[in-house]
């Protein structure tokens, strides 16, 4: 349910302002609007060290954090502490640059062999040119007699020449600058970066222990910017400041009381349509269970949009079961889950998606024993019969798909139908009812072979009919047929393939049974004649079955869950728009 909200605007002396957001922040029932842009020298000195906290815990993150170490306290010079990090960083990276400098220096020039580049220069004042070149082998011939070559290595047709000459010469071939030392030193060079590499990041690894304490100051800083984000972004008129924000209506009587408390000017009304209103969803417990997941697909409904969370439950349930089809594959979602919550439940602050998990782990069990399919359905055929039979029966199956698109879609408008009540456009939500399982008989037709009923004719003439006259019903009948025509022609093929888009269930549900069941067939044809076929068996078998448990999750996703908030929520008009309430809270 979404939580009805009210519009509270508030008047105060300016002098007030940060007793005013103190008082608020104690309360903690008003989400704020700013009605200016927030800005200012402290708000960007907030978001500056903000920042900066969020690099150096990106810095000490790459080094583990040892757990015999007690959590450390808050600390008092954490911007020391921050500078430092920082720093080290910076030395590393400049480190790691310059070694990377030598590595290449020193690829390039072991082939050549060491030598002294000091004595080449010398030579150079000496009147003595000492040149590298790179020249193709057939040229050699064609240098000129009076310098010398000394061909040192070949790679790729070219060869790697040392070239004296008594006289300064230019050759028509890539030269080769000399390096600032030789190889020896290079390799003196690089095992001295190293060495102080390694000194560094044990430094930084030290740090790590920093790193709860850090977190802490960053929630503190972000609490801080809230409270100053709120106070830049007040309006202001003469000697007064005031703010609008949002509150719970069951909150309402807790800012009166303060208000009057205070002195403080406040008008509480209905937000308009037009107003930015947050959005807080509240539910029974068994269904706050989909909270986060929400929260990780980042999805919330509009204030003024409904809320399918029920429904939303109901289905993925049911689309979780039919996508898996496997009772083995359950048992063991159920299984990982359970150990997943034993190992690392104390870390997880979402306890409620260990219930989803195993809500929908039982789904799979349940649709895997009424369909009989244990890690595949073949190998079982003899011994385990499924208790419901007509899931085995692939057109009976596929016609259930339609039957259920039909059903989750008419949900939707009956949900409308409920809302638009005594309307009369309430009757054309009636009449796309109609269609739709008018388009559940033509789904059958066209894709199973089965005769279209005289009930499918009749109840697309009765929705065509409905929806002509009643979906912008007025006392000019013409435009008003001629919205309903406009509905008709832009929402029916629509309504076609949205059902006819559920067979999606049937298809990957069969093809993870398929796959299962080639797998099974795969390690018994190769057999289990001895100890190296039963291996490779079994492997096949671990390989195969582990394909389907890791992809069977991704279905869901993309398929159980697709259908919930793209299909349903059209039909329903949820177009997700929300934004989380988020109470000014000390």
Same mark, same amino acid.
């Given at each position: 349910?979404?939580?009805?909200?009210?519009?509270?605007?508030?008047?105060?002396?300016?002098?007030?302002?940060?007793?005013?957001?103190?008082?608020?922040?104690?309360?903690?029932?008003?989400?704020?609007?700013?009605?200016? =842009?927030?800005?200012?020298?402290?708000?960007?000195?907030?978001?500056? =060290?903000?920042?900066? #906290?969020?690099?150096?815990?990106?810095?000490?993150?790459?080094?583990?954090?040892?757990?015999?170490?007690?959590?450390?306290?808050?600390?008092?010079?954490?911007?020391?502490?921050?500078?430092?990090?920082? *720093?080290?960083?910076?030395?590393?990276?400049?480190?790691?640059?310059?070694?990377?400098?030598?590595?290449?220096?020193?690829?390039?020039?072991?082939?050549?062999?060491?030598?002294?580049?000091?004595?080449?220069?010398?030579? &150079?004042?000496?009147?003595?040119?000492?040149?590298?070149?790179?020249?193709?082998?057939?040229?050699?011939?064609?240098?000129? =007699?009076?310098?010398?070559?000394?061909?040192?290595?070949?790679?790729?047709?070219?060869?790697? @020449?040392?070239?004296?000459?008594?006289?300064?010469?230019?050759?028509?071939?890539?030269?080769?600058?000399?390096?600032?030392?030789?190889?020896?030193?290079?390799?003196?060079?690089?095992?001295?970066?190293?060495?102080?590499?390694?000194?560094?990041?044990?430094?930084? %690894? =030290?740090?790590?222990?920093?790193?709860?304490?850090? *977190?802490?100051?960053?929630?503190?800083?972000?609490?801080?910017?809230?409270?100053?984000?709120a106070k830049m972004g007040m309006g202001e008129e003469g000697s007064l400041s005031y703010l609008k924000g949002y509150v719970p209506e069951e909150s309402t009587e807790k800012i009166l009381m303060v208000a009057h408390e205070q002195a403080w000017g406040i008008l509480v009304e209905a937000p308009s349509p037009e107003d930015s209103v947050p959005t807080l969803l509240r539910n029974f417990r068994a269904i706050e269970?989909?909270?986060?997941?929400?929260?990780?697909?980042?999805?919330?409904?509009?204030?003024?949009?409904?809320?399918?969370? +029920?429904?939303?439950?109901?289905?993925?349930?049911?689309? &979780?079961?039919?996508?898996?089809?496997?009772?083995?594959?359950?048992?063991?979602?159920?299984?990982?889950?359970?150990?997943?919550?034993?190992?690392?439940?104390?870390?997880?602050?979402?306890?409620?998606?260990?219930?989803? !998990?195993?809500?929908?782990?039982?789904?799979?069990?349940?649709?895997?024993?009424?369909?009989?399919?244990?890690?595949?359905? %073949?190998?079982?055929?003899?011994?385990?019969?499924?208790?419901?039979?007509?899931?085995?029966d692939n057109r009976r199956l596929q016609s259930f798909c339609f039957f259920l698109g039909a059903l989750h879609l008419s949900i939707a408008h009956l949900w409308k139908f409920i809302l638009k009540i005594p309307g009369l456009s309430a009757l054309s939500e009636g009449g796309w009812m109609a269609i739709l399982w008018g388009v559940y008989f033509l789904a059958r037709t066209l894709i199973l072979g089965e005769t279209?009923?005289?009930?499918?004719?009749?109840?697309?003439?009765?929705?065509? #009919?409905?929806?002509?006259? &009643?979906?912008?019903?007025?006392?000019?009948?013409?435009?008003?047929?001629?919205?309903?025509?406009?509905?008709? !022609?832009?929402?029916?093929?629509?309504? +076609?393939?949205?059902?006819?888009?559920?067979?999606?269930? !049937?298809?990957?549900?069969?093809?993870?049974?398929?796959?299962?069941?080639?797998?099974?067939?795969?390690?018994?044809?190769?057999?289990?004649?001895?100890?190296?076929?039963?291996?490779?068996?079994?492997?096949?078998? !671990?390989?195969?079955?582990?394909?389907?448990?890791?992809?069977?999750?991704?279905?869901?996703?993309?398929?159980?869950?697709?259908?919930?908030?793209?299909?349903? @929520?059209?039909?329903?008009?949820?177009?997700?728009?929300?934004? %989380?309430?988020?109470?000014?809270?000390?």
């Amino acid at each position: 349910m979404i939580v009805p909200m009210k519009k509270v605007t508030l008047i105060v002396q300016e002098k007030d302002r940060e007793e005013t957001l103190e008082r608020l922040g104690e309360l903690g029932v008003l989400h704020i609007e700013h009605l200016q =842009e927030p800005q200012g020298r402290e708000l960007n000195l907030i978001k500056e =060290e903000i920042n900066q #906290i969020e690099e150096a815990r990106r810095i000490l993150s790459h080094y583990p954090v040892s757990e015999k170490i007690s959590p450390t306290p808050y600390l008092e010079n954490w911007q020391g502490l921050l500078k430092q990090i920082l *720093e080290l960083e910076k030395r590393l990276k400049d480190l790691k640059e310059y070694l990377n400098f030598f590595e290449k220096e020193i690829k390039e020039w072991e082939s050549w062999g060491d030598f002294d580049p000091e004595i080449v220069r010398e030579l &150079f004042k000496k009147g003595i040119y000492v040149k590298f070149y790179q020249i193709p082998l057939r040229e050699l011939k064609n240098l000129p =007699e009076e310098i010398i070559v000394k061909k040192i290595f070949l790679k790729s047709g070219l060869a790697n @020449c040392l070239i004296i000459s008594p006289k300064e010469i230019k050759l028509p071939f890539p030269e080769i600058s000399p390096p600032g030392m030789g190889l020896k030193k290079m390799y003196e060079k690089r095992g001295e970066l190293r060495n102080v590499l390694v000194h560094l990041e044990k430094e930084l %690894a =030290e740090k790590s222990v920093f790193l709860p304490a850090l *977190e802490k100051i960053k929630l503190s800083l972000e609490k801080e910017k809230e409270f100053v984000e709120a106070k830049m972004g007040m309006g202001e008129e003469g000697s007064l400041s005031y703010l609008k924000g949002y509150v719970p209506e069951e909150s309402t009587e807790k800012i009166l009381m303060v208000a009057h408390e205070q002195a403080w000017g406040i008008l509480v009304e209905a937000p308009s349509p037009e107003d930015s209103v947050p959005t807080l969803l509240r539910n029974f417990r068994a269904i706050e269970i989909l909270n986060p997941l929400f929260r990780f697909l980042g999805i919330l409904p509009g204030y003024q949009e409904l809320d399918i969370s +029920f429904w939303f439950l109901i289905f993925l349930s049911l689309f &979780f079961g039919m996508l898996i089809g496997d009772a083995g594959y359950g048992v063991i979602y159920l299984l990982l889950s359970f150990l997943i919550k034993k190992k690392w439940g104390n870390k997880i602050k979402e306890k409620s998606l260990f219930t989803l !998990f195993y809500l929908l782990s039982f789904s799979a069990i349940i649709w895997g024993l009424l369909s009989g399919t244990i890690f595949g359905q %073949a190998w079982l055929s003899r011994f385990i019969k499924p208790l419901l039979p007509a899931l085995r029966d692939n057109r009976r199956l596929q016609s259930f798909c339609f039957f259920l698109g039909a059903l989750h879609l008419s949900i939707a408008h009956l949900w409308k139908f409920i809302l638009k009540i005594p309307g009369l456009s309430a009757l054309s939500e009636g009449g796309w009812m109609a269609i739709l399982w008018g388009v559940y008989f033509l789904a059958r037709t066209l894709i199973l072979g089965e005769t279209f009923p005289y009930l499918g004719k009749s109840l697309f003439l009765l929705g065509v #009919i409905l929806i002509l006259f &009643f979906t912008k019903p007025q006392k000019n009948i013409i435009k008003g047929i001629a919205q309903g025509t406009g509905a008709i !022609f832009l929402n029916l093929v629509g309504n +076609f393939t949205d059902v006819v888009s559920y067979i999606r269930l !049937f298809a990957v549900g069969l093809a993870s049974v398929t796959i299962a069941d080639a797998f099974n067939q795969l390690a018994l044809d190769f057999g289990y004649r001895g100890f190296f076929s039963g291996l490779f068996g079994s492997l096949i078998l !671990f390989l195969g079955h582990t394909l389907n448990v890791l992809l069977g999750p991704l279905s869901v996703l993309v398929h159980g869950i697709r259908l919930n908030l793209l299909e349903f @929520c059209n039909h329903l008009e949820v177009k997700w728009i929300g934004f %989380a309430y988020k109470p000014l809270k000390k």
